[in-house]
């Protein structure tokens, strides 16, 4: 037994310290938005709202069914002269619309609609939760890579600091060049501050759309891929945005809606049928029980309304055509958006390749100035100059290079691609159909609310 302690002891100990030599795994783009989708509360409020569309399509077909009610009452009369009475009825009566010239049928379909542009605005809140989660993603890299790089800085302005005081003390300079590199040092070192109060503010932005710190990072993620052509992009834009398909939902229930308003002036058939009990005192003072049933049949029909169902019926028009301006808006936005998000990439493109030239020049000149600076042929106020003009172009580059990355994403979300789902994130996402599946039917029996149940749990309501 001491011998299997001992090898297990030493088995424990060799993985804690294979543990310890394998380096954690650096956080991807990908990961942040897992977390982001996960914790978003934004994403919650919605599929709230999504759910309450989906009762309302349970409350539209509610109306073709029979409304079933009770009424007991009991009726206390003192008559002058000492009389007393007592009645008490009890009734049971159920009422049901038998026609109604389609609508209810129409605010059925008008309630499917509004569920269906509620889904689209989910997408759209999708987007914008994993489009957040991007943003910080590269903001948070984009200022470690600046800190790093300033704080690089700051080493080599000391250096260049200590070889400018060797210098004066040997008499090659004057203390004014000391006094320069002095003010460079101080004002890279605030430079340094900056950056690192830049980082600070990312990383409290990376927490609140993700739920948690930012880890290491690697290099960043390949850019996804791009349509052809803008043009290309727009068409995808146009299919596939959910504002878009929204809005389009949007427009259909409000056609519909235009044919509700006017199916107002028709007739209405509706049934009924009736139990009572009634107890009351008969005229020797014995109380004596009656029952009865009663089954109807009503139509009725607005005649004059004071011009009510006229003015519903042209506000109806109305937000239609509100409506349909808006979808004609929302696809000129997000041509808009698709364009520019475009050019956001081709600009950063651009700038990134003449930064990199720029860089080369400048590391150049910087290696030039200071060798001559050795040499006595130049001033330390010139090798400051260049190793600004250096640092200046390797910071211009982190910056182009992270909007590059985030472009793409913005384009992604232009054209409504930037989902769980496209980007094949691997993660089980919400079913907006599940909830609506359990009650359109506007369940009631106990089966059906076991179902339900289990709908809510899926979803993480109790």
């Known amino acids: 037994m001491i011998h299997i302690r001992h090898f297990a002891g030493l088995a424990v100990a060799g993985l804690i310290a294979v543990a310890a030599a394998v380096p954690a795994r650096a956080e991807t783009l990908a990961d942040a938005m897992v977390a982001a989708y996960r914790h978003s509360a934004l994403m919650d409020q919605n599929r709230a709202v999504l759910r309450a569309a989906d009762e309302d399509v349970a409350t539209a077909i509610s109306a073709l069914r029979p409304v079933v009610q009770w009424v007991a009452s009991h009726t206390y009369n003192y008559v002058e002269g000492g009389t007393e009475q007592n009645t008490s009825v009890l009734s049971l009566s159920a009422q049901m619309v038998l026609f109604d010239f389609g609508r209810s049928q129409l605010a059925i379909d008008i309630a499917k609609e509004t569920v269906l542009a509620t889904r689209e605005a989910l997408v759209g809140v999708e987007q914008d939760v994993l489009l957040g989660a991007a943003q910080a993603y590269f903001e948070v890299w984009a200022a470690r890579e600046q800190v790093a790089l300033q704080a690089n800085s700051v080493r080599v302005l000391a250096q260049e600091r200590q070889a400018a005081q060797d210098r004066f003390d040997v008499g090659e300079i004057t203390v004014t060049d000391v006094s320069l590199a002095d003010a460079q040092l101080a004002a890279t070192r605030a430079s340094l501050a900056s950056a690192e109060g830049d980082l600070a503010t990312a990383e409290e932005r990376y927490r609140t759309a993700t739920g948690h710190a930012p880890g290491r990072f690697g290099a960043p993620p390949a850019a996804p891929r791009?349509?052809?052509?803008?043009?290309?992009?727009?068409?995808?834009?146009?299919?596939?945005?959910?504002?878009?398909?929204?809005?389009?939902?949007?427009?259909?229930?409000?056609?519909?809606?235009?044919?509700?308003?006017?199916?107002?002036?028709?007739?209405?058939?509706?049934?009924?049928?009736?139990?009572?009990?009634?107890?009351?005192?008969?005229?020797?003072?014995?109380?004596?029980?009656?029952?009865?049933?009663?089954?109807?049949?009503?139509?009725?029909?607005?005649?004059?309304?004071?011009?009510?169902?006229?003015?519903?019926?042209?506000?109806?028009?109305?937000?239609?055509?509100?409506?349909?301006?808006?979808?004609?808006?929302?696809?000129?936005?997000?041509?808009?958006?698709?364009?520019?998000?475009?050019?956001?990439?081709?600009?950063?493109?651009?700038?990134?390749?003449?930064?990199?030239?720029?860089?080369?020049?400048?590391?150049?000149?910087?290696?030039?100035?200071?060798?001559?600076?050795?040499?006595?042929?130049?001033?330390?106020?010139?090798?400051?100059?260049?190793?600004?003009?250096?640092?200046?172009?390797?910071?211009?580059?982190?910056?182009?290079?992270?909007?590059?990355?985030?472009?793409?994403?913005?384009?992604?979300?232009?054209?409504?691609?930037?989902?769980?789902?496209?980007?094949?994130?691997?993660?089980?996402?919400?079913?907006?159909?599940?909830?609506?599946?359990?009650?359109?039917?506007?369940?009631?029996?106990?089966?059906?609310?076991?179902?339900?149940?289990?709908?809510?749990?899926?979803?993480?309501?109790?």
């Open 226 to 462: 791009l349509p052809e052509s803008v043009e290309a992009a727009r068409a995808i834009g146009q299919r596939t945005h959910p504002t878009i398909r929204q809005l389009q939902r949007q427009a259909a229930a409000a056609e519909l809606g235009v044919a509700a308003a006017a199916a107002e002036r028709n007739p209405t058939v509706s049934g009924s049928v009736g139990l009572s009990s009634q107890s009351a005192p008969n005229v020797f003072g014995n109380n004596t029980t009656t029952s009865g049933a009663n089954v109807g049949v009503q139509m009725s029909q607005t005649i004059y309304s004071g011009g009510r169902l006229s003015a519903a019926h042209r506000k109806a028009m109305a937000q239609r055509d509100q409506v349909r301006a808006g979808l004609l808006n929302g696809s000129r936005t997000v041509n808009q958006a698709v364009g520019t998000a475009w050019s956001y990439i081709d600009v950063a493109q651009a700038q990134i390749r003449a930064i990199d030239q720029q860089i080369v020049a400048a590391q150049q000149a910087y290696d030039g100035v200071r060798e001559e600076a050795m040499l006595g042929a130049r001033t330390t106020l010139d090798v400051l100059d260049a190793e600004q003009s250096l640092l200046s172009a390797r910071a211009d580059r982190i910056s182009a290079q992270a909007n590059l990355q985030l472009a793409h994403y913005q384009l992604l979300a232009a054209m409504g691609l930037l989902t769980v789902e496209n980007l094949q994130l691997g993660i089980p996402t919400y079913d907006p159909s599940a909830y609506y599946k359990a009650v359109r039917e506007a369940p009631y029996t106990s089966r059906q609310g076991e179902n339900l149940d289990r709908v809510l749990r899926a979803i993480g309501r109790d």
